[in-house]
Every structure is written in structure tokens, then in C-alpha cells.
């Protein structure tokens, strides 16, 4: 790797590999997305006990991360829930 | 001992039937006993990679339903003297045969033969679950894309659920030009998201197509394509053997002995 590497742009052969990583991750863990919605109806009403939230924008999908151990990367949880008031709802 | 593998891929188009044809033609010129069985039932394609097409009686589903005994569909290579072909049917479909019909068949053909090979079809459904029923082992093929690294991944999932001994990988039609650039996933990208075992790596080399209208199997030639699939065989028995060079550099001196075995 030349010292110009490190300024290039992110080759088509990157990207595919970025792309299959994410996608065998779903395609392992085996969520349909009807299995996908139930988690986050759940996720809505469960967090809806506490505040308010913006059920619409929510949106959760099966990620990989760094796992804590040595052994790289684990699948993870990934959910992102925007919050319309953050004062719990009597 | 006698081994059975099934060869497999998922995705259509990777080169599940000449990688079947190479590698069994490659162990057959290594001396063992080798039968290949065609088990795309209805898409017959195996027998004319291997330049065998107009020799065919009987085939696979006459096998199973009893009209002719094995010995009697199976058809002897001439080049070599250890390797046979069972053709499949063309005017039937993949519900002519049952795993449980397959596993019997293999069972026979093990106290005769060191190597049954199966080609398998594309795809995940009856003549996928066909093919790996009797087998021992499995080769994956599949080629620097998405597209077929996804299906491959998905077949290597389906192999483990049926409990297969062992699972190796072919990467085919690799072209280094490409990935030197960038524009291909090299050899190592695609072991890393797969993560099991290499056993070979084979170029995409214009000799293939050459060989396939000519109905030869190339393994062994002095090609690119022909010394990968040779070292897939030679693998295959247990040897060690580096992998190979895929940019095709060759030197000056083998570039001369090619133009000298031409004639």
C-alpha cells in the first residue's frame, strides 16, 4: 500500500464487501420482516410507558459490532428512536 | 475408503458443472476411480462439459426407477480409464427422485468407486436436497460477486443444518487485473465474509470456454484455469500445495513450451 492509498476514495470491491458484511448479518440472524415489525411495535409500546416518542421515525435494523471479547465482530440491536418529549406521560 | 461430494453453489452461473467436470476429470488423471453424477434433473448440462453427450442410453431417473441397472447407465470416459459419468434425465423434473432414492444410489456406487462426484442444481429447493443427501462432503462454488457470495453464505448455513462432515470453497472466475484495480473482491475478501476453508481459487480464464465447445475438461493443461483445478484435486487427496499465481504472469520459458505443444 502506497502512501497515496490512503487518500483514495473507497474502491467498488470496499464497498461490496461493507455491503455484504451488513447484509449476511440479517440474512444469518434469520429476521423476516414480519418478525422484525413485532420487535418494534414492542419497542414502541414498551418505551411509550415512559415518554414520548416519535413512532413513525423509529426505525431498528440487525447491525454488526465490535464485540467487547477478542473474537471481532458480534450482531447487534441497532435502534433509533427519536423522543418528542422527554416528560413522563401521566 | 470412498468419499462423496456433492458440488454446490446456490446461485446459477458460477461453474458448479465445470468444476464438477474438471475436478473429477483431475482426480480421475491422479489414478482413482472416479463416477460423476449429473443430478440437475430436467437441465441436463454435465454430459456435454465432459464431451459425452451422444453416448447416453439410460440415465439418473432410469436408475432409480428400476428400468436399468446402474452398471448399464453409467458411461465410461474414454480418455481415461477411471472415470464414468451417470447422466441425468432431460424429459423429467426434480420430483423423479427423493433424497432417500439418492442416498441408496450413493450407498451402491461407494463399493465400486473412490470419488462420486454430484453436480448439483441451482437453487435451494428438491434436487439441492437431492444432491447433498448422500454426501459426505461439499465443495462451494462461487464467484467474487454479491450476488453469489450471499447465496453461497446461505448454502454453507443449509450444509451445516444437514450435519455435512466437511465444507470447502472453490473461488471461481477471478480476475486479478480487477482486483488489483479495486473493482473485484480479492480472494481473501470473500474467505473473510464466508469464513470457511479455501481449498482452491480458480481465474476467470477465456481457456474454460475453449475447452467446454470442445467438450475436454482442461484440468492439468498447461492453462491457468487447468493448473488451479489440478491443485484443487491434488488438495483434495491431502496434499499441500501453494496456491497459485492467478495474474497469469507466466515466464518466458513456459509461454515457449505452450507455443511448442500447440502442434
Excluded at chain 2, 3 to 28: H, P, Q, Y
Excluded at chain 2, 234 to 262: A, C, F, N, T
Aim: glycine share 6%; charged share 30%.
Amino acid at each position: 500500500m502506497s502512501v497515496f492509498d490512503l487518500f483514495r476514495k473507497k474502491t467498488s470491491s470496499d464497498v461490496a464487501k461493507d455491503r455484504l458484511k451488513l447484509l449476511l448479518v440479517s440474512d444469518r440472524a434469520n429476521c423476516t420482516p414480519e418478525l422484525m415489525e413485532m420487535i418494534k411495535n414492542d419497542i414502541i409500546m414498551v418505551i411509550s410507558k415512559y415518554m414520548e416518542i416519535d413512532a413513525e421515525g423509529l426505525d431498528i435494523q440487525i447491525t454488526q459490532t465490535e464485540s467487547e471479547g477478542n473474537n471481532g465482530t458480534v450482531p447487534a440491536l441497532y435502534a433509533n428512536i427519536p423522543i418528542r418529549d422527554l416528560k413522563h406521560k401521566e | 475408503m470412498s468419499e462423496v461430494i456433492v458440488v454446490t453453489s446456490g446461485k446459477g452461473g458460477v461453474g458448479k458443472t465445470t468444476t464438477t467436470a474438471n475436478v473429477g476429470t483431475g482426480l480421475a488423471k491422479l489414478d482413482k476411480k472416479v463416477v460423476l453424477i449429473d443430478t440437475d434433473i430436467g437441465l441436463r448440462n454435465l454430459d456435454v462439459v465432459m464431451g459425452l453427450e451422444n453416448r447416453i442410453v439410460y440415465n439418473l431417473v432410469d436408475v432409480v426407477e428400476g428400468n436399468c441397472r446402474i452398471k448399464q447407465a453409467l458411461i465410461k470416459d474414454k480418455r481415461y480409464p477411471n472415470l464414468y459419468l451417470l447422466p441425468s434425465a432431460q424429459t423429467r423434473d426434480k420430483t423423479a427422485v427423493t433424497p432417500e432414492q439418492m442416498r441408496k444410489l450413493t450407498d451402491e456406487l461407494r463399493e465400486e468407486y473412490e470419488y462420486i462426484l454430484l453436480d448439483s442444481p441451482a437453487g435451494i429447493e428438491q434436487g439441492f436436497k437431492n444432491a447433498v443427501a448422500g454426501a459426505d462432503r461439499a465443495l462451494v462454488v462461487t464467484t467474487p460477486e454479491v450476488s453469489a457470495i450471499r447465496d453461497a453464505d446461505r448454502i454453507i448455513g443449509l450444509l451445516e443444518a444437514n450435519e455435512m462432515k466437511r465444507t470447502d470453497l472453490i473461488v471461481n472466475r477471478v480476475r486479478m487485473d480487477m482486483v488489483k484495480r479495486g473493482d473485484m473482491m480479492s480472494i481473501d475478501d470473500v474467505v473473510d465474509i464466508l469464513a470457511i476453508n479455501l481449498i482452491g481459487a480458480v481465474p476467470d480464464d477465456e481457456n474454460i470456454v475453449i475447452s467446454t465447445n470442445q467438450g475436454e475438461p482442461l484440468v492439468g493443461t498447461d492453462t491457468l484455469a487447468g493448473q488451479a483445478y489440478m491443485n484443487i484435486c491434488k488438495r483434495m487427496l491431502g496434499e499441500d500445495v501453494p496456491m497459485l499465481d492467478l495474474s497469469g504472469k507466466s515466464s518466458l520459458w513456459s509461454k515457449l513450451m505452450g507455443i511448442l505443444k500447440k502442434d
